[in-house]
């Protein structure tokens, strides 16, 4: 292919391979490795390309100053082929109409392939065909998840929307259900014993599985023996089983507002390997002799058998550690202490301190809510963070330090990528607007700088937008057998050892630990690697999930405040108008660019603005407004807000020239700059 030599990007015809990403308005932009820039689609040269297929481009010749733009010639591979929409049927035939964004193009279904499915069923189609003279696709329904509006459907729609499993398989049912509650003794004679040991669990009130522990005991030389015992799921799954190929293909538990779909089934998760209270568990631990500064002076890693004491709340937890009485106080105080300067050591290495807001629902028994909370982490949260994070970082360590590359064992790295020049540029630009600034002239001096801005922005209308603008602003971690450090937690080594009953990463961690510990092989890089990627995106698709119940729960418990208002922060900013996060209940909706009719607004993206042509009013991302609820659609999980200004809706009277009359929808194919709301992933 011929490119430009600087530029990296084609300067005459030329075919290059990518993923398609679409836009609100139906075009694309196809994202290549062989483009620095990416490719333009417009909508009838898509060829029937989805978002993320795999597509070969025609790119044209480009000329200097002008965008790249092509043609999709070949759909090598679709990223997906089934839809989730509600069933419109007439009297011959019956079409899908798809939920969301990704699917464009509404689905035909013959009447004998709607598998009994009636006219505004929620359902779940399959393309069977697609005729390239055709422009919709012929689908036959596989799955009838019911009447929209219902909790039930709008949940499993949701995991089906993203592809992901809701039940297990029979026959991975009946495999779990033969694994024997006992344990072996002679496999207990075999693991380092704790069972005496003061040891307890510090979890959710509401969680089921309890995948870590803590143990302590003073030692005679004035120093402490912490062990962190993580389930040995690795015991129970073993590789290439019916039970490690259904982890393997799930990857992670994901956790919608009103239940889990865990990683492995019941028995597993909630039984064998969750460390409940007064039962033997196996356990594989990492057990630190550390000094009173909480320096480690000596590490211990292998599997055991423990028997936890207590199952502490962290809300328990934390009433002991404000001053309250209770059992184990002494243990819960010295660990807490020894953690505060573990997190200490960690800020002065270099540490990020994200400290996201986390919304929260109360739900009735039909998963109706009631009301939003805000969960946020105190000392107990942190005091089980910094334990965990001390593991994962010394086992990694362990394999992966002081190992030349030659040399280097293959093992599985939690990595995350120093962040781009430029989104940390634009980001202080936008944190100035509020009188914040980062200090980029070096690492330590951006950490210290971005560490202080969260102090600074804690309890303000501002800090959930500029707490979500930093995390955007950050790469994102995945897992890798390339190990390039942890940036925002500032480790050369990090690992995920310490949640095996909820990602299969740290499987894969164990059992690797282990085969080393015991002076094996080192294992195929390549293989691991595709695990890797499968199981970050995994990953991102159960988060993708997660962030679509809680935006369905939103407008759900919206959707009796129509008319209401509320005061709200401009959140994202787009081609197509602005969304407003309110206040009070961290709700987002859209301010469509339309209803705006006293002036001719542009989107500004540069600056995250819209701005009028005439009078030059400019709507900010991170101004406060007031809003009006319009509407509540629970099929598309979207709010719609009026503005309002002093209490009124902002629409002047039209007088004169009518050339301006807002209608409009902005530049064609620009990015939205919306930003999601993440939860913390380490």
């Known amino acids: 292919m011929s490119k430009n030599k600087f530029k990296g990007e084609p300067t005459v015809k030329s075919y290059v391979t990518g993923e398609v990403e679409l836009t609100a308005k139906g075009a694309a932009y196809v994202i290549s490795p062989e483009s620095k820039s990416d490719i333009f689609v417009a909508f009838p040269n898509l060829k029937h390309a989805l978002n993320g297929d795999k597509v070969k481009v025609l790119v044209y010749a480009r000329r200097k100053a002008e965008r790249i733009e092509g043609e999709v010639v070949e759909i090598i591979e679709r990223k997906k082929s089934t839809f989730v929409g509600l069933v419109q049927r007439s009297e011959n035939y019956a079409f899908l109409l798809p939920s969301g964004k990704q699917m464009p193009y509404d689905v035909f279904i013959p009447l004998s392939h709607l598998g009994g499915a009636k006219n505004g069923d929620k359902v779940v189609v399959q393309i069977t065909e697609w005729p390239e003279h055709q422009k919709n696709p012929v689908g036959t329904v596989i799955q009838v998840l019911g009447q929209p509006g219902d909790n039930d459907t709008e949940m499993n729609a949701i995991m089906a929307e993203y592809e992901l499993p809701v039940a297990f398989p029979k026959k991975v049912e009946k495999a779990a259900e033969r694994i024997p509650d006992e344990l072996p003794s002679d496999e207990i004679a075999r693991r380092r014993d704790f069972r005496k040991t003061v040891t307890f669990t510090i979890d959710p009130r509401d969680a089921k599985d309890f995948d870590d522990a803590l143990s302590v005991r003073e030692l005679g030389n004035g120093h402490y023996e912490v062990g962190i015992h993580i389930a040995d799921v690795s015991y129970y799954i073993q590789p290439d089983t019916l039970l490690d190929k259904e982890a393997y293909a799930r990857a992670t538990s994901v956790y919608l507002v009103d239940r889990t779909i865990p990683m492995l089934p019941e028995k597993l998760s909630n039984g064998l390997c969750s460390l409940r209270p007064d039962e033997d568990k196996f356990c594989f631990s990492a057990v630190f002799e550390m000094d009173a500064e909480a320096r480690v002076t000596h590490q211990w890693f292998g599997r055991t058998v423990i028997r936890s004491n207590q199952r502490f709340t962290y809300e328990e937890a934390q009433e002991v550690i404000e001053g309250a009485d209770g059992k184990y106080r002494k243990e819960v105080l010295l660990l807490n202490g020894l953690a505060q300067k573990l997190r200490e050591e960690r800020f002065r290495g270099g540490a990020i301190d994200f400290d996201r807001i ?325």
Not at 397 to 410: P, V, W
Not at 487 to 493: C, E, I, R, S, V
């Open 358 to 682: 986390e919304v929260k629902f109360n739900l009735d028994e039909k998963g109706k809510p009631l009301g939003v909370y805000f969960k946020q982490s105190k000392e107990a949260n942190k005091l089980i963070e910094e334990f965990m994070l001390l593991a994962n970082k010394k086992v990694a360590e362990k394999i992966g330090k002081g190992q030349s590359k030659q040399k280097a064992k293959t093992f599985v790295y939690r990595i995350h990528d120093k962040p781009m020049e430029e989104k940390l540029t634009d980001f202080n630009r936008f944190v100035a607007k509020f009188g914040y600034g980062l200090k980029l002239s070096s690492r330590k001096a951006l950490t210290a700088s971005m560490n202080n801005l969260m102090q600074e922005v804690k309890d303000r209308p501002e800090q959930n937008l500029i707490e979500t603008l930093a995390i955007r602003t950050m790469a994102k971690a995945v897992y890798s057998t390339v190990n390039i450090g942890h940036y925002g937690l500032a480790f050369d080594y990090y690992t995920h050892f310490t949640s095996p009953i909820r990602r299969y990463p740290d499987v894969m961690v164990h059992r690797l630990l282990q085969r080393y510990l015991d002076d094996g092989r080192s294992v195929s890089q390549e293989k691991y690697e595709d695990i890797c990627k499968h199981a970050s995106s995994m990953e991102q698709l159960a988060a993708n999930a997660e962030r679509a119940s809680i935006k369905y729960k939103q407008v759900e418990f919206m959707s009796d405040k129509i008319g209401e208002s509320f005061q709200g922060t401009i959140s994202g900013v787009t081609q197509w108008g602005f969304y407003v996060e309110l206040d009070e209940f961290k709700c987002e909706g859209l301010v469509p660019m339309h209803e705006l009719e006293d002036d001719y607004y542009e989107f500004d993206e540069k600056n995250y603005c819209i701005v009028g042509r005439h009078y030059g009013k400019r709507y900010q991302l991170g101004d406060t407004i007031t809003v009006r609820v319009a509407k509540a659609n629970l099929v598309s999980r979207q709010l719609d807000f009026v503005l309002l200004e002093a209490g009124r809706p902002v629409r002047q009277e039209r007088t004169g020239s009518e050339e301006w009359r807002g209608r409009r929808s902005g530049k064609k194919g620009k990015k939205v700059q919306k930003p999601e709301k993440k939860r913390k992933k380490r």
